[in-house]
């Protein structure tokens, strides 16, 4: 009886082990081919594109709206009296008109974020489409598509997830208070929203719904490790952001640096879930129409030829 526990035991044990090797090696070799493909010139255009989308709305916003919001902006501190005091006594130091300096910049630190939100959304609703488009156009050409999402299905699962994740959050916001948690717990849940979506928009044209709720199944974990690790690269911008917030002199040159590392890693993120996803999908329809956890819409005519030429 001792024996064939050890056996069973050893058996399990080499079977999750059979079952980890392909998906580390499809985890790393996404990996590397998402880093690679962030130096396709259509990668690089696509990262940019954010830049010049600021640079055409501020120039636009600013022709019309800057003398008047900088008006506005000029009495709210003038019509504190606190202000007044301080203004005054920066004067009388030798500083000089400090509102004047002051009002511009503070109209700029606050129109920057809604600028800089809008151009990043505008951007994300065509970049994960055409990332993974590329992917499939270069790599998975002979990939049968079965449009399993369709865009409607893609928004109303984009917001459901949202919305889970956001509850999530609340939920959670006391754990926050422990110091290795607030560490830990926000990134879970960012991780699971960006695998949820762009794991979604990845397979949404090429899998049909019973083959993307098997590809969740089969790789929920590394899906999620996706997602976390690339929700802690996209912490990296944020460091950025502060620093140009902190060194005003230098707010022109780093903030546009945050929005292009942003896009970048939003692309290589969407890079990286197209690779692994669309390999998964391709590797699943390899596997025999009977196999025990294979969809029943997983096989294809590349599959069932094996097949008959084993059975023959």
Same mark, same amino acid.
């Given at each position: 009886?001792?024996?064939?526990?050890?056996?069973?035991?050893?058996?399990?044990?080499?079977?999750?082990?059979?079952?980890?090797?392909?998906?580390?090696?499809?985890?790393?070799?996404?990996? +590397?081919?998402?880093? =690679?493909?962030?130096?396709?010139?259509?990668?690089?255009? $696509?990262?940019?594109?954010?830049?010049?989308?600021?640079?055409?709305?501020?120039?636009?916003?600013?022709?019309?709206? *800057?003398?008047?919001?900088?008006? *506005?902006?000029?009495?709210?501190?003038?019509?504190?009296?606190?202000?007044?005091?301080? +203004?005054?006594?920066?004067?009388?130091?030798? /500083?000089?008109?400090?509102?004047?300096?002051?009002? !511009?910049?503070?109209?700029?630190?606050?129109?920057? !974020?809604?600028?800089?939100?809008?151009?990043?959304?505008?951007?994300?609703?065509?970049?994960?489409?055409? $990332?993974?488009? $590329?992917? =499939?156009?270069?790599?998975?050409?002979?990939?049968?598509?079965?449009?399993?999402?369709?865009?409607?299905?893609?928004?109303? *699962?984009?917001?459901?997830?949202?919305?889970?994740?956001?509850?999530?959050? /609340?939920?959670?916001?006391?754990?926050?208070?422990?110091?290795?948690?607030?560490?830990?717990? !926000?990134?879970?849940?960012?991780? *699971?929203?960006?695998?949820?979506?762009?794991?979604?928009?990845?397979?949404?044209?090429?899998?049909?719904?019973?083959?993307?709720?098997?590809?969740?199944?089969?790789?929920?974990? +590394?899906?999620?490790?996706?997602?976390?690790?690339?929700?802690?690269?996209?912490?990296?911008?944020?460091?950025?952001?502060?620093?140009? /917030?902190?060194? =005003?002199?230098?707010?022109?040159?780093?903030?546009?640096?945050?929005?292009?590392?942003?896009?970048?890693?939003?692309?290589?993120?969407?890079?990286?879930?197209?690779?692994?996803?669309?390999?998964?999908?391709?590797?699943?329809?390899?596997?025999?129409?009977?196999?025990?956890?294979?969809?029943?819409?997983?096989?294809?005519?590349?599959?069932?030829?094996?097949?008959?030429?084993?059975?023959?």
């Amino acid at each position: 009886m001792l024996r064939e526990r050890q056996a069973s035991r050893t058996g399990e044990g080499e079977e999750r082990a059979a079952r980890y090797a392909p998906a580390m090696k499809l985890f790393l070799d996404s990996f +590397w081919r998402a880093a =690679a493909y962030c130096l396709h010139p259509r990668v690089m255009f $696509l990262s940019l594109l954010p830049l010049a989308i600021m640079v055409v709305l501020s120039l636009g916003l600013g022709y019309f709206y *800057w003398h008047p919001a900088l008006d *506005w902006v000029g009495r709210m501190l003038d019509a504190s009296a606190f202000l007044r005091g301080v +203004w005054g006594w920066l004067q009388g130091i030798g /500083v000089g008109d400090a509102k004047s300096v002051m009002a !511009p910049l503070i109209l700029l630190i606050a129109a920057t !974020p809604l600028v800089v939100l809008g151009s990043l959304l505008l951007v994300a609703a065509f970049m994960g489409p055409a $990332l993974s488009k $590329l992917v =499939a156009q270069r790599r998975f050409a002979h990939l049968e598509r079965k449009h399993g999402g369709s865009v409607a299905m893609s928004i109303a *699962w984009s917001l459901g997830s949202t919305l889970l994740a956001l509850l999530a959050l /609340v939920i959670s916001l006391p754990l926050w208070l422990i110091p290795p948690l607030i560490l830990v717990v !926000p990134p879970l849940i960012w991780g *699971w929203l960006t695998y949820r979506v762009m794991a979604f928009d990845a397979l949404s044209e090429h899998a049909s719904s019973e083959e993307r709720r098997e590809i969740f199944r089969r790789h929920r974990s +590394w899906l999620l490790g996706i997602g976390v690790l690339t929700g802690y690269l996209g912490a990296a911008p944020s460091i950025v952001w502060a620093s140009g /917030v902190l060194f =005003a002199a230098a707010f022109v040159i780093l903030v546009p640096l945050a929005i292009w590392i942003y896009t970048l890693v939003f692309a290589f993120a969407s890079l990286w879930f197209a690779h692994y996803c669309l390999a998964a999908l391709e590797s699943m329809r390899r596997e025999p129409a009977s196999g025990p956890s294979a969809p029943t819409a997983g096989a294809t005519p590349l599959a069932s030829g094996d097949d008959a030429n084993q059975n023959a």
